[in-house]
């Protein structure tokens, strides 16, 4: 089965550094990944996603990185705002006709003014 | 509108109760989810269930069934509450994989 770890469940940060969140999945199988945020009472919010023909992607403020080798999966926020705190979520997809999304445990992101 | 669109948003009642949650996805969407966040924020799925499958986590009491009069609807039900039913309920919906949203969530507290 599909496991998915995260290295640090909390994360402070100053406003305006760089963040990185990172994520650990087990089966060389998955070619979907999507990660989350999820806001105190809210439902879990996409973020960025990529596949596994993919290496690097990026959005505004945003970059996932994605080592195959490794089965690591990071999320970079850049210029950290009071506005990104909140509990993020790498899920995966373990491909093979799979449409459920595998969930991480979570890390918490704080951020500092 | 919301795209994915849960009710009730919070709910307490007493063991050995039945409840539904009922979640509609505007969307389009042909697959549809119910997951489960416990005190510690874990996220986990119950149930996917598109026209054609029904595939349930084994881990899932039997007292759990989803029901679907149509795409656009899953509803869980809920048999004899227990107080380790207690946690946020999500229901979510996706294009085949693709387009995975989620709703606001259903807080339910049994007591």
């Known amino acids: 089965g599909e496991s998915v770890g995260l290295h640090l469940p909390t994360l402070s940060v100053q406003e305006g550094d760089n963040s990185i969140i990172n994520c650990a999945y087990s089966?060389?199988?998955?070619?979907?990944f999507i990660w989350y945020k999820q806001e105190s009472g809210k439902g879990p919010q996409f973020i960025i996603d990529?596949?596994?023909?993919?290496d690097k992607r990026q959005g505004q403020r945003v970059t996932v990185l994605l080592n195959k080798t490794v089965k690591h999966l990071s999320l970079q926020i850049a210029a950290t705002q009071p506005g990104d705190s909140a509990v993020y979520f790498c899920a995966v997809i373990s491909g093979a006709g799979s449409y459920q999304l595998t969930f991480g445990k979570g890390t918490k992101l704080s951020v500092i003014p | 509108d919301t795209a994915v669109s849960q009710t009730p948003k919070y709910l307490v009642t007493q063991m050995g109760n039945d409840k539904s949650i009922k979640c509609e996805q505007n969307l389009g969407h042909d697959t549809m989810y119910w997951y489960k966040q416990d005190s510690k924020k874990f996220l986990k799925i119950m149930f996917s269930?598109?026209?054609?499958?029904?595939?349930i986590n084994e881990t899932v009491p039997n007292r759990f069934s989803p029901k679907s009069p149509d795409k656009a609807h899953l509803n869980l039900h809920i048999n004899s509450l227990e107080l380790g039913d207690s946690a946020v309920y999500f229901c979510a919906s996706s294009l085949e994989n693709y387009g995975y949203t989620f709703g606001s969530g259903t807080r339910l507290t049994v007591v």
């Open positions: 089966n060389s199988a998955s070619d979907y």
């Open positions: 269930y598109n026209n054609k499958e029904l595939i």
């Open positions: 990529i596949r596994s023909n993919m």
